[in-house]
């Protein structure tokens, strides 16, 4: 009865760690789309509406999230290694104030950045968060960056780099600030429902005695899903110019 368990469990852990290597290649094939890219369909549908509207706002803030594979990237770089609940709590605010701040009040004042450049930063930040869960800074600059601020700091990055791609289709001033509050909401219900599902399949995967190896390729992964991520945008910022 026990190895039944055991084999059970071991094939519950590899499942876990299949899945994650999934989206991580899932999420590679997705580079060649921009990181803030808004549908076509949703895209006509923000240009067309007029006045208040809860709802559908707060649908297309999740459905951005929980399909903006940087996103996910990145918040997956940021847990990836926190064990205690409070620790994700105060990670994941920290990137949910930074990402909300600037979505907000980069649409109500109208910042703009261009958008390759913004995407840029936002694939940086990917590699940035790979290379510091494999210890890379310790080893090169024999120092810890403080990792707080980096993920609130990049969370500015990421809300901007959202904002950018909201002021590209001209969002009717009528009942602005309530769309914009209802979006930030939808985009964290979305992530709230990415981390559940990170999180589920971490708490499984970190069960298996070759998790750490295969942390190590995963991370590798995401470093380099990233990098593609910058020169697929830096290559679109010089052709377009």
Same mark, same amino acid.
């Given at each position: 009865?026990?190895?039944?368990?055991?084999?059970?469990?071991?094939?519950?852990?590899?499942?876990?760690?299949?899945?994650?290597?999934?989206?991580?290649?899932?999420?590679?094939?997705?580079?060649?789309?921009?990181?803030?890219?808004?549908?076509?369909?949703?895209?006509?549908?923000?240009?067309?509406?007029?006045?208040?509207?809860?709802?559908?706002?707060?649908?297309?803030?999740?459905?951005?999230?929980?399909?903006?594979?940087?996103? #996910?990237? *990145?918040?997956? %770089? =940021?847990?990836?290694?926190?064990?205690?609940?409070?620790? $994700?709590?105060?990670? &994941?605010?920290?990137?949910?104030?930074?990402?909300?701040?600037?979505?907000?009040?980069?649409?109500?004042?109208?910042?703009?950045?261009?958008?390759?450049?913004?995407?840029?930063?936002?694939?940086?930040?990917?590699?940035?968060?790979?290379?510091?869960?494999?210890?890379?800074?310790?080893?090169?600059?024999?120092?810890?960056?403080?990792?707080?601020?980096?993920?609130?700091?990049?969370?500015?990055?990421?809300?901007?780099?959202?904002?950018?791609?909201?002021?590209?289709?001209?969002?009717?001033?009528?009942?602005?600030?309530?769309?914009? #509050?209802? *979006?930030?909401? %939808? =985009?964290?219900?979305?992530?709230?429902?990415?981390?559940? $599902?990170?999180?589920? &399949?971490?708490?499984?995967?970190?069960?298996?005695?070759?998790?750490?190896?295969?942390?190590?390729?995963?991370?590798?992964?995401?470093?380099?899903?990233?990098?593609?991520?910058?020169?697929?945008?830096?290559?679109?910022?010089?052709?377009?110019?």
């Amino acid at each position: 009865m026990q190895s039944v368990l055991a084999d059970g469990l071991s094939r519950c852990r590899s499942r876990a760690a299949a899945i994650l290597s999934s989206l991580a290649i899932l999420m590679l094939w997705a580079s060649a789309a921009a990181a803030h890219n808004v549908t076509e369909g949703d895209a006509g549908y923000i240009q067309e509406i007029w006045g208040i509207n809860i709802i559908p706002f707060m649908y297309l803030g999740a459905k951005h999230m929980v399909t903006g594979y940087d996103h #996910i990237l *990145f918040l997956l %770089g =940021v847990v990836f290694f926190l064990y205690k609940m409070k620790d $994700v709590g105060i990670y &994941v605010s920290l990137f949910a104030i930074g990402h909300s701040t600037t979505m907000l009040l980069g649409v109500w004042f109208g910042w703009g950045i261009n958008a390759y450049i913004i995407d840029a930063i936002i694939g940086l930040s990917v590699v940035y968060k790979a290379l510091d869960n494999l210890g890379a800074y310790q080893r090169w600059f024999g120092f810890q960056p403080n990792t707080k601020a980096a993920t609130l700091i990049f969370g500015f990055f990421h809300g901007t780099g959202l904002a950018t791609k909201i002021l590209d289709y001209e969002i009717a001033s009528e009942g602005l600030l309530p769309n914009l #509050i209802a *979006f930030n909401v %939808g =985009v964290e219900i979305g992530q709230l429902m990415a981390l559940a $599902v990170i999180l589920i &399949v971490m708490g499984y995967w970190r069960k298996s005695p070759n998790f750490f190896r295969q942390a190590y390729t995963v991370n590798v992964v995401m470093m380099s899903m990233g990098f593609i991520l910058m020169g697929y945008q830096i290559t679109g910022f010089f052709v377009a110019a």
